[in-house]
């Protein structure tokens, strides 16, 4: 069965830190696919990135990056110099290929408040 | 606005009552969902549609709920006598075909039943 962790419920930071948010996954499948959303309070996801199983390369956007690990099973998603703007909830979801890969499934999401 | 567009926004009930949602989705995507978040929690999936085909459902969908997707376009997500546990945000995403494709959502339609 697949299945995501993210153990942060919330997270609090002063503005131009860095913050790490965590992810760990559950499946059995071979090919699976990763993702991360952001939720900002007007209440829609917006999708910020996505990696397949097959690829563990690290990705840097801007001043997001994300560290995929499958050894671990972790997918975590690092935000540098933090900005008030990134203020949201962040959810890691996760679908396999044997499911067709249509159903995704979302951590319980990590509350992140940046302070002024 | 090419997005996902939901109506209504907010819905408030009272308990026993139908209600209906609507989910436009990206007009070239082929492939339509319904979530289910409560407070605190991620989206949880409730359905899917590949044109006009639900394809799966998931059980957390009692018979008290109904989707449809007539002409594989937008998508209808009824709920029969409502109850103060119904009460959500219900979220519609939409994709392309593939396998690695992600979903694009919209706001969501907040149901609070009374």
């Known amino acids: 069965a697949q299945k995501v962790t993210q153990a942060q419920t919330e997270i609090s930071v002063v503005e131009k830190e860095d913050v790490t948010l965590d992810c760990v996954y559950e499946t059995r499948d071979t090919t699976y696919y990763l993702f991360w959303y952001k939720q900002p309070p007007s209440g829609e996801l917006v999708f910020l990135i996505r990696r397949n199983s097959f690829d563990e390369q690290n990705e840097i956007s801007g001043r997001y990056s994300w560290n995929f690990q499958k050894s671990t099973s972790s997918f975590n998603f690092t935000i540098t110099a933090s900005q008030v703007v990134d203020s949201a909830v962040y959810f890691c979801?996760?679908?396999?290929?044997?499911?067709?890969?249509?159903?995704?499934?979302f951590g319980a999401g990590t509350r992140l408040f940046v302070k002024a | 606005d090419t997005g996902v567009s939901q109506d209504p926004r907010h819905k408030i009930t009272k308990r026993g009552q139908n209600v209906t949602f609507r989910c436009d989705p990206i007009?070239?995507?082929?492939?339509l969902y319904w979530y289910r978040q409560t407070l605190g929690q991620g989206p949880e999936f409730l359905t899917y549609f590949q044109n006009e085909a639900q394809l799966e459902k998931s059980r957390l969908l009692s018979d008290r709920f109904s989707a449809e997707r007539p002409k594989g376009s937008f998508s209808t997500l009824e709920i029969q006598r409502t109850e103060q546990g119904d009460s959500a945000m219900y979220l519609c995403?939409?994709?392309?075909?593939?396998?690695?494709?992600?979903?694009?959502f919209g706001q969501g339609t907040r149901l609070t039943v009374v």
């Open positions: 979801a996760l679908s396999e290929a044997g499911t067709g890969g249509f159903k995704t499934i």
């Open positions: 995403a939409s994709s392309s075909l593939g396998l690695n494709t992600e979903a694009f």
């Open positions: 007009s070239e995507h082929n492939r």
